[in-house]
């Protein structure tokens, strides 16, 4: 069973960046959908973020396109998300996630094993 370990959130002002990481232990990721989610103070949980397998897919919702970049070194076995622009409304507990072996989806349900979480804090 792998683990997930995030890191790399904190406070920042908005219209700055935070690269968050994601890395994985017991077990390797390569084959593995990841995808990250994030989940506001009363506020379902959140797809943000999907990379394929091999990294040549990748999905986002609309909110962040053009702002947020999802991507994966499967050699040291850790997911990355790279955010620039950061607005307020980006505030959110973090949260790393392994999917299923064969679909790149955006389904909150379908991903089983997720990390803690790191807090991500954009003032205006």
């Known amino acids: 069973q792998v683990q997930l370990v995030e890191s790399g959130g904190g406070l920042v002002q908005a219209g700055g960046s935070l690269r968050l990481s994601c890395a994985a232990s017991g077990g390797t990721i390569s084959i593995f959908t990841m995808g990250w989610f994030r989940q506001a103070p009363g506020k379902e949980r959140e797809f943000v973020a999907v990379?394929?397998?091999?990294?040549?897919?990748?999905y986002y919702v609309d909110s962040v396109k053009g702002r947020f970049t999802i991507s994966r070194d499967n050699a040291k076995n850790t997911v990355y998300l790279q955010m620039n622009s950061l607005r307020p409304e980006d505030t959110a507990v973090y949260y790393c996630?392994?999917?299923?072996?064969?679909?790149?989806?955006?389904?909150?349900?379908?991903?089983?094993?997720w990390g803690q979480g790191t807090q991500v804090t954009v003032s205006s």
């Open positions: 996630a392994q999917g299923p072996l064969w679909r790149t989806t955006t389904e909150v349900n379908e991903y089983n094993y």
């Open positions: 990379i394929s397998r091999s990294g040549g897919s990748t």
